[in-house]
């Protein structure tokens, strides 16, 4: 592949709900240019982007893909992005990096959920938009339909460039409002121009004023002009388009069918003549004669060629081998030989201008949103803002013995995961998994096996109960005595428990006259401590006590620390027994953000959780619920969230604090615990 110039590139992420056809569209563009000799369908898993093993089983995009095109003299960086929301991260790293955004729609389908959150992902970065309505071919394809629901969506911006000639299975070619003529899908690829038909030069010219009137408003000078009364010439309405895409204020609409090829060299050609090159980007406007710096903005764990990590260079030129510098984690790393990605395709390329992408393996400590730079320069670029995961699994490995295997292959998943999370929970003893939800989770799981050869179980994480008392209880009394010939064992103390609300524990003494000598003190704490591992409801960990040894004796000869210890801990546990022990959770303080709509069902919801409401605000279109909820109830929310929202809402959570079980799930837990007991 040769290299392009920073004016030839054009970096568009594609984007949509899932099953609106991005993988097509991009096998579609790579036969019209040549570069390969048949299209590939997802069903049968011979894309070029849908390359990765789960991706081929589940017929389902999981990673961003890098498809580059070359067309008439320029380069099509094309991002290839997930339309499940259990990736969204990868979304949200190809619009990072994008200089433009195409926007997917299936015609039998219209606007769906992600549409709406994908195009709010673009919005924040004020990106330019395409429309695409994808399969005109397909049955109950409706473009006036999917048109109108695109303005009701996203508002009067939006304006159709295409129409179309036909649909379902008399689709056969597409209007171009701007040009004013026809084009009919040949068996080639190649669309043949014509006249527009007389029966459409109705709708045309109604859609044409649209048009000039939308880019009119797009110039002061074209404004003024438009508002005389004088037409506007064909270059002012192409300069107008072209200011209007760039400065995000038109939205065209193009259509056409992916599966047929027909349509997608006008939209090629459409990249290539209005979507922005980086040098003319609004989010960057970055220049070639800047110190070179670019965004990681994915990163490739293979097994077999080791890690591979992608680099949107956004300003300067990069070679081969040359020294980069990572100003987030201060370490040099060395460039090594660059790489086109073109799905799991690698091409060598010596340089790389502005603007560009490429690959670079076996960087060592470069991680997914880094920069990396010119030593000296130390530029850093904004990184990605990835969502927070929020569906938890516990994992254990399978087979005894599979633990180290386990480790090794979560490592190297972690790596190019930047939203998945592993934790030990040292309570439970389990190892967590906490991820976008439960397909994202399933995927990882999947990959452990097929790539590291470790089955693993996955189950709901246990709650981190604790346990406490409720009353005080005073000279609870504990000895440990031993004689077994020869020294002995003796320990003897009295101990005062208390509730203490406010902090995990505190340990007094009130002892005179050296009842319990002061060397064996800290030996009485540590046995107290020792027992607070273990609460005498279900063996959860005990918390907010006071403990005060107010009495005890010794023996000159048989005393000891561990005889102390002994008894200290004794003491505790007939302690707790007597005090009125209970058991507490963790209690979650909750954000959920929903449309307006959807509060009715999330209140409820909420309210059916066991969770208590503390306030509601308006956010932009959103509204925002908090609320304090047991975790308990919520290792399942992100998937009753989906469910009640249909995808549009979200959540996170930070744990708060603890507080007492109703006693009619106190007794289930204790009852569960008492059962596992007698299990094991």
């Known amino acids: 592949m040769k290299i392009y110039d920073t004016e030839q590139i054009r970096n568009i992420a594609f984007v949509s709900h899932g099953g609106a056809g991005k993988t097509t569209l991009t096998e579609a563009m790579l036969f019209n240019t040549g570069a390969i000799n048949r299209m590939g369908k997802v069903e049968d898993g011979n894309t070029v982007s849908d390359y990765d093993p789960e991706e081929i089983k589940r017929q389902i995009s999981i990673n961003l893909a890098m498809i580059p095109v070359e067309w008439k003299n320029c380069k099509i960086n094309v991002i290839d992005t997930p339309g499940f929301a259990d990736f969204s991260s990868e979304v949200r790293s190809a619009v990072r990096v994008a200089d433009g955004v195409a926007v997917l729609i299936s015609a039998p ?157 006008n939209l090629m050609d459409f990249f290539v003549t209005y979507m922005p090159n980086p040098a003319e980007a609004v989010q960057e406007n970055d220049l070639a004669d800047k110190p070179f710096a670019g965004i990681v903005f994915k990163t490739l764990a293979d097994p077999y060629t080791g890690k591979v990590s992608y680099l949107r260079l956004f300003q300067g030129e990069l070679t081969n081998e040359k020294p980069l510098y990572n100003p987030n984690k201060g370490v040099e790393e060395k460039a090594g030989q660059l790489l086109i990605m073109r799905g799991k395709n690698q091409e060598p390329v010596t340089t790389l201008k502005a603007g560009d992408i490429c690959a670079i393996p076996k960087l060592q400590q470069t991680s997914t949103g880094d920069t990396l730079c010119e030593k000296g320069s130390d530029t850093v670029l904004e990184g990605i803002e990835f969502p927070e995961p929020n569906f938890s699994v516990a994992i254990a490995p399978k087979n005894k013995g599979d633990e180290d295997k386990l480790g090794s292959g979560m490592s190297r998943i972690l790596n190019e995961d930047p939203v998945l999370i592993m934790e030990k929970n040292v309570e439970t003893n389990e190892t967590i998994l906490t991820g976008m939800g439960e397909l994202h989770l399933d995927v990882v799981v999947s990959k452990l096996k097929e790539r590291y050869g470790v089955q693993v179980e996955m189950s709901t994480p246990k709650v981190p109960y604790r346990e406490t008392i409720r009353k005080s209880v ?43 000598p002061k060397q064996y003190i800290p030996a009485v704490e540590k046995g107290v401590v020792e027992a607070m591992k273990e609460g005498v409801l279900a063996k959860y960990p005990v918390t907010n006590i006071k403990v005060t040894l107010v009495d005890g004796s010794y023996h000159s000869v048989d005393s000891s620390e561990h005889a102390f210890k002994l008894a200290g801990s004794m003491a505790l546990k007939k302690a707790l027994e007597q005090a009125d022990p209970v058991l507490l959770e963790p209690i979650m303080e909750v954000e959920v953000r929903v449309p307006e709509k959807f509060m009715g069902d999330i209140m409820g919801d909420l309210n059916s959780k066991r969770g208590r409401i503390l306030g509601m605000d308006s956010e932009g279109e959103e509204q925002v619920v908090r609320a304090m909820v047991p975790l308990a109830e919520m290792y399942r929310y992100a998937i009753d969230l989906k469910s009640i929202t249909q995808g549009r809402g979200n959540f996170k959570m930070k744990f708060s604090h603890y507080e007492e079980v109703p006693p009619n799930i106190a007794e289930k837990v204790i009852q569960e615990a008492a059962s596992e007991e007698e299990e094991e």
């Not at 395409?130 to 005109?136: A, D, G, Q, R, Y």
């Not at 995990?504 to 005179?512: D, L, R």
């Open 109 to 265: 389908d219209g606007v769906e959920v992600l549409t709406e959150v994908y195009w709010k992902l673009a919005d924040k970065r004020n990106l330019p938009r395409v429309l695409f309505v994808n399969k005109m071919d397909r049955e109950n394809a409706n473009f006036d339909a999917a048109f109108a629901g695109l303005r009701e969506t996203f508002g009067n911006k939006v304006v159709a460039l295409q129409i179309p000639i036909g649909k379902e299975k008399d689709f056969k070619g597409i209007i171009d409002i701007l040009k004013m003529k026809a084009y009919y899908g040949t068996e080639d690829g190649k669309m043949k121009e014509e006249e527009i038909p007389e029966e459409f030069m109705d709708i045309v010219n109604e859609q044409r004023e649209v048009l000039i009137e939308a880019v009119a408003e797009a110039d002061d000078e074209l404004l003024m002009k438009y508002l005389e009364g004088e037409e506007l010439t064909e270059e002012e309405i192409e300069k107008g388009l072209t200011i209007g895409i760039k400065n995000a204020s038109i939205f065209p609409v193009l259509c056409g069918s992916a599966v047929n090829n027909i349509g997608i060299q």
């Open 474 to 516: 005073s000279g609870v009394e504990a000895k440990y005595k031993k004689q077994t010939g020869g020294r002995g064992q003796y320990g003897h103390v009295f101990l005062d428990v208390a509730p203490l609300p406010d902090k995990e524990f505190e340990f007094h003494e009130t002892i005179f006259g050296g009842v319990v």
